[in-house]
C-alpha cells in the first residue's frame, strides 16, 4: 500500500488551539500598503512546489494551494474551524454502511469541469481509475475500492475490499482523491494517463484553473467563470517563486505580496508579531513537528540507545525557541487537532544523563551523529541547531546537515545510506484519522516512514481500530511506536501567516486539515 504524509477521522481535542488574527505595537511606522484595485492577488513559494500541480501525483507542502483551488473533492471539511467536520462539496449526500464497507453519495448537479464537460457520475469512476493507474503517493485512498457503480447521473455507491472508517476522511482530505474530466483525461491521456498534459493545465471543477506553472518561476490561477459556487473576488492569483525568505519578506513588506502563507522563521515571526501595520493569523492546524531517529545506523540500532536519545532532549527549550506565539508543547504522539487529549499520550521524561551514561562507553566513531532537517524549513534548522547543543552536553559529536525534500523521500523503502541518525520534520496528516497518520508514520511500507522503523505491535494496533475507528487501539498503537524510539512529537504548530491589513477572509477561508494553504475564494478587500 503506498502512502505519503497522513489521514485521520475527525475527532475533537478537550483544550484546542483558538484562531487568532491580531497585530502588535507599531514598531515601525508608516502607513499600511494599499489594497489592489486590478483584482490580482500576489502571494508566492518559497521554495517551488516541486511536484506537478497533478492531484494524483502532488504529495508535499508548499503547492496544496493550487491543488486545492483548481480541483474539488467529493466532500471537503470545514473552513474557519479547530475541528475536522466534514461538509458537502460535489457530493451533497453521503451514507456511511455499520461497517464502513459501502458509501452510497448524492452527486451535486449543475457543476462544469474548466473544459466544459457536465460533472456526472461518470467522472467519480474515471477519477477513481486515474488515480490508481498513475499510482503515485495518494494512491493508496483508492486501492481498497473494489467497485464504483452509478445509478443515474447523479448517485453512485462505493464499496471497498474490506470496512475502512478512514475513507470519509479520504475523500475530503486536501491529498484525497480529486474528480476529473472524463472526456479531459481521455482527450489528453497520451501514454501516461494525461500526466505530461496536466503538469501546466487542469481538469478539475474548482474556483480557479491553472493558467501557468513554470517550474522555478511562477504560477498562476484564474477565476473559472462557470463555476458552480459563489464567483471568487479576485480574478486571478499570481505566485513567483522567491527561494530567499528575506526577498520574500521584503517583498511582502513593500506592498508588492499579499500575504505570506508558510514558512517564515522564528526571527520573522517576532517581528510580525509586533508590528501593528500588518495582519498575523496563528491558526489551527494538524501540524506537528517531529523528531525522527534512524534505527538502521551507527548508535542507534539499539533501541536503548534511541530512547537515552530523546529523554536527553530538552523538548520546553526547543518549543520555548522555536515556537513562540504559534505552537506549543506536544503531549500525544499523534499530531495536534487529531484525538481527544488522553490517547495517544508520550511520556518521555528529560534526563540527559542516562544519554551521558551510555555515550561515555562508546567509541569515537559511535559518538558522531548528524541531524538532518528539510532545507525548505527554517523552524527546523533552528531546531536541529538547538538539538546540536543538547546532544554535545551529553557526550555526542553531533552535526547539523540540511537535504532538499526530494532527497528525504528517496530514502523511503531504501536503506537510505546517506540518510542522517536523526532528523527534525514538520509533519501533518494527509487526512485528520488516526490511522492514516500511524500507517504513513509507522507501518514498515508508510510513507512518511523515512527510515523503515516498525514494530509488530504497532501495526496490530492499528489494523484492529481501522474497521471502526477505535480510539483506544489507535491510542495503543501510539504507545508501542512511542516505545521504538523511533519517534517523537515536539510540538504542536499552529499556521502562522501574515498579511496585509486589507485582505480579508484569512480565517474563514483556512482549514485546519489544510496547512500552507487558503480557500482564495473566500479572501476579498475590505
Known amino acids: 500500500m503506498k502512502s505519503r504524509r497522513l489521514t485521520l477521522a475527525a475527532v475533537g481535542l478537550s483544550a484546542v488551539l ?42 508535499a507542502g508548499q503547492g496544496l494551494l493550487l491543488t486545492t483551488n483548481a480541483y474539488e473533492g467529493l466532500l471537503q471539511y470545514k473552513a474557519g474551524t479547530d475541528k475536522a467536520e466534514l461538509e458537502p462539496l460535489l457530493a451533497t449526500e453521503w451514507k456511511a454502511s455499520p461497517d464502513n464497507k459501502v458509501f452510497t453519495l448524492k452527486l451535486r448537479q449543475g457543476v462544469k469541469f474548466h473544459d466544459g464537460t457536465p460533472f456526472t457520475s461518470a467522472a467519480v469512476k474515471a477519477s477513481f481509475d486515474r488515480r490508481a493507474a498513475v499510482n503515485q503517493g495518494p494512491a493508496y485512498m483508492v486501492t481498497d475500492i473494489e467497485s464504483v457503480t452509478t445509478q443515474g447521473d447523479y448517485d453512485v455507491t462505493i464499496t471497498l475490499k474490506a470496512p475502512n472508517s478512514a475513507f470519509l476522511d479520504y475523500l475530503a482530505c486536501p491529498y484525497g482523491p480529486r474528480m476529473m474530466s472524463p472526456e479531459g483525461l481521455k482527450k489528453n491521456a497520451g501514454s501516461d494517463n494525461a500526466q505530461t498534459y496536466l503538469t501546466n493545465h487542469d481538469l478539475g ?124 508543547k506536544a503531549d500525544q504522539i499523534y499530531p495536534s487537532n487529531m484525538m481527544a487529549a488522553e490517547f495517544g499520550k508520550q511520556s518521555v521524561t528529560h534526563d540527559p544523563s542516562v544519554l551521558s551514561g551510555i555515550a561515555g562507553g562508546l567509541p569515537a566513531d559511535q559518538k558522531a551523529v ?120 515536539i510540538a504542536n504548530v499552529d499556521d502562522f501567516m501574515v498579511a496585509q491589513p486589507w485582505l480579508k477572509g484569512v480565517e474563514q477561508a483556512h482549514v485546519v486539515t489544510n496547512p500552507n494553504t487558503l480557500r482564495l475564494a473566500a479572501l476579498s478587500v475590505g
Open 370 to 489: 548528524t541531524i538532518g532537517y528539510d532545507s525548505s524549513n527554517p523552524d527546523n534548522q533552528l531546531i536541529s541547531n538547538l538539538l546540536q547543543t543538547q546532544l554535545a552536553a551529553a557526550g555526542l559529536n553531533a552535526k547539523v546537515q540540511a537535504y532538499p525534500t526530494s532527497e528525504i523521500y528517496g530514502w523511503i523503502g531504501t536503506d537510505a545510506p546517506s540518510a542522517p541518525e536523526i532528523m527534525a520534520y514538520l509533519g501533518w496528516p494527509d487526512a485528520p484519522s488516526p490511522y492514516t497518520w500511524g500507517h504513513i508514520s509507522w507501518d514498515a511500507d508508510g510513507g512518511l516512514n523515512f527510515f523503515g522503523c516498525s514494530a509488530p505491535p504497532v501495526t496490530e494496533a492499528l489494523a484492529k481500530g481501522l474497521p471502526d475507528g477505535s480510539d483506544q487501539a489507535f491510542s495503543q498503537a501510539g504507545l508501542e511506536a512511542v516505545k521504538t524510539g523511533c519517534w517523537l512529537n
Open 18 to 59: 483558538a484562531l487568532s488574527a491580531c497585530g502588535g505595537s507599531d514598531s515601525g511606522g508608516g502607513a499600511p500598503n494599499a489594497a489592489p484595485t486590478d483584482k490580482v492577488l500576489h502571494l508566492s513559494f518559497l521554495q517551488d512546489p516541486g511536484q506537478p500541480p497533478d492531484p494524483d501525483i502532488y504529495y
Open 205 to 328: 471543477t474548482g474556483p480557479y484553473t491553472l493558467t501557468a506553472a513554470e517550474v522555478g518561476s511562477k504560477y498562476e490561477l484564474s477565476a473559472f467563470a462557470d463555476y458552480w459556487g459563489a464567483k471568487p473576488y479576485f480574478e486571478k492569483v499570481e505566485m513567483p517563486v522567491i527561494t530567499d525568505v528575506s526577498a520574500q519578506q521584503l517583498q511582502f513588506n513593500n506592498g508588492q505580496l499579499a500575504a505570506i502563507l508558510h514558512d517564515l522563521p522564528s526571527s520573522a515571526v517576532g517581528q510580525y508579531l509586533n508590528d501593528a501595520k500588518y495582519s498575523h493569523y496563528s491558526l489551527p492546524s494538524m501540524m506537528s513537528n517531529y523528531l525522527y531517529i534512524n534505527p538502521r545506523k551507527g548508535m542507534m540500532t539499539d533501541a536503548k540507545n534511541r530512547n537515552a536519545v530523546m529523554q536527553a532532549v530538552d523538548v520546553d527549550e526547543l518549543v520555548k525557541q522555536t515556537y513562540f506565539g504559534r505552537g506549543e
